[in-house]
């Protein structure tokens, strides 16, 4: 991250630093991280349609498979679960795709399944519109990422089925580093206008935003309405999320306040995962707040292993 | 060892095919090649490649942020948002992310009333319903497809403001087909899901009590006063 804090001088100097951003090659502890994490989270969500695979994709679906790709007509989206309805074929492929995503998971086969957990989670996107909210757009963004980046290269099966081959080698790649640098990228536009939204509204400047979030009982898991006895803190936390989000673009980068930044990430998703009841979209959002994580802790980790192993 | 070769390290506690230098002992942060081995061409073509997906990225929310209404966005941002189109469709891109934003609004759910040509009797429920729906993202995704019928919703009959412009009658009248697709979807499947002889469906609305009803009025979070019925 100090790639980012290193001033720039004339164009020479904005090449170099656009160099450094981009293509420095970086060690793939962090992006294995966050596959298992975000491997996890991909499993979990489709194993969910499996509650109802028929109710969601077959020919008893809430949305109609014609009615999907109307929802889509005059776009480029794309979905192989537009041409499939027969519930034997439904769930062979929703088998092979939970398969995909488990090896994501522990790291096998992970350059090809990495591809393929992309176009298996758009797949289910774009069929399966009309049900989807932000967690949907997160798995998404760290499919995207995870495809482009090597993240195999450690805490993977792959790896270690490399060391039983007597291949001890660990290089840094550069496209660990885009993946990276993409994924912190889009963290801070998801924010940049979660934070502009939220600006244009009235309650998130009187300070009441919160309150109607936490008497949103349909959301609600845990009971937040005694922040109503605590006008102060009830503001507070409005104003915070709001400055938060919309200035997140620009205080991640900083070494100084990015630990700030995270923290307040930290009790927001916490907030939004025990109290509105979607633990899902809070702890994917943790997980995706994570690539800020600094690179020097992970590999920290990565070398405590190993040592320990 | 090159600037940007691989590093060694010992795994397992056996001895690595190659000698293991000091330098690998350290974080492998510390020892990373400052270089890039790609070269200036290919860093040049992946610029470009990094470059059109973070302007796909943050094309769409910039248009719904400057949005007034459908087709209503800025004009620098129309056009930009035209040109990336396909990328954006194929990847899932066109969001938004205005969480719970401009405001946190209330919720829009639906009734179900079923009617039975046996001998059960009828009933009636509201989805999402967190007592029937389990687990809680299996809830979150009937709860999301109740909101989408809302925000497909367009009245039965064309607003009188717009009867005199066919283009505008003509894109009402798509819009109210799109919702009565979808009404009618929903009703087959809790048709076939049930089995019940006559499905109804209607949406409600759910708002929260202001801060004033909770504190002085002891209106709860699900007073029936809080429900309104919504025309179909």
């Known amino acids: 991250m100090s790639d980012v804090a290193v001033p720039a001088r004339g164009w020479r100097g904005a090449v170099a630093a656009w160099d450094r951003f981009w293509f420095r090659p970086e060690m793939p502890h962090k992006l294995a991280a966050l596959r298992m994490a975000a491997g996890a989270m991909l499993f979990y969500t489709h194993l969910v349609w499996a509650v109802n695979l028929d109710g969601f994709l077959g020919r008893r679906a809430w949305i109609p498979r014609d009615l999907s790709r109307a929802m889509h007509e005059g776009t480029w989206a794309f979905s192989y679960l537009w041409y499939v309805e027969h519930p034997a074929l439904l769930w062979a492929l929703h088998i092979a795709a939970l398969a995909v995503f488990a090896l994501l998971t522990i790291g096998l086969w992970t350059r090809v399944v990495s591809v393929l957990a992309l176009l298996i989670t758009l797949s289910y996107c774009h069929r399966l519109e009309g049900s989807l909210f932000g967690l949907d757009q997160f798995n998404t963004m760290a499919a995207m990422y995870l495809a482009v980046g090597a993240c195999g290269g450690v805490w993977s099966v792959d790896a270690w089925l490399r060391r039983r081959r007597g291949i001890f080698e660990l290089t840094p790649a550069v496209s660990t580093k885009v993946a990276t640098r993409l994924w912190q990228i889009h963290m801070c536009i998801i924010y940049l206008f979660g934070g502009i939204g939220k600006a244009r509204g009235e309650l998130w400047w009187d300070g009441f935003a919160l309150w109607y979030a936490a008497a949103n009982s349909e959301y609600q898991s845990t009971p937040l309405t005694w922040i109503i006895y605590m006008p102060p803190l009830m503001a507070l936390i409005t104003h915070v999320t709001v400055f938060w989000e919309t200035f997140y673009i620009a205080t991640i980068w900083r070494p100084s306040l990015r630990m700030a930044t995270l923290a307040v990430a930290l009790l927001v998703h916490l907030g939004i995962a025990v109290h509105m009841g979607m633990i899902t979209f809070g702890l994917a959002m943790i997980i995706g707040n994570a690539i800020f994580l600094p690179q020097s802790w992970f590999d920290r980790w990565g070398s405590s292993a190993e040592r320990g192993t | ?232």
């Open chain 2, 1 to 232: 060892m090159r600037a940007d070769g691989p590093i060694t390290f010992s795994m397992n506690g056996k001895r690595s095919t190659k000698k293991r230098s000091d330098r690998s002992r350290q974080p492998a942060s510390a020892q990373s090649p400052q270089g890039c081995p790609w070269s200036i061409r290919r860093r040049a073509i992946v610029s470009v490649l990094v470059s059109i997906h973070v302007a796909a990225v943050f094309i769409p929310p910039f248009t719904f942020a400057t949005s007034r209404g459908p087709g209503e966005a800025s004009p620098f941002a129309v056009p930009l948002m035209r040109v990336w189109q396909p990328y954006v469709d194929t990847l899932f891109l066109n969001h938004g992310y205005f969480f719970f934003s401009p405001n946190p609004g209330p919720n829009h759910l639906l009734r179900v009333e079923l009617r039975f040509g046996d001998d059960r009797p009828a009933e009636s429920y509201l989805i999402p319903d967190r007592s029937r729906l389990w687990p809680r993202l299996y809830y979150h995704r009937h709860f999301m497809m109740t909101e989408t019928l809302h925000s497909l919703y367009a009245p039965p009959e064309p607003p009188p403001e717009i009867v005199e412009d066919p283009a505008a009658v003509q894109r009402w009248r798509q819009a109210r087909d799109r919702y009565e697709w979808m009404r009618d979807s929903f009703v087959r499947h809790i048709q076939a899901e049930t089995g019940a002889d006559r499905v109804w469906v209607t949406r409600v609305e759910h708002r929260q009590p202001t801060p004033y009803e909770f504190l002085e009025e002891g209106i709860g979070l699900t007073d029936p006063r809080l429900y309104r019925d919504l025309p179909d």
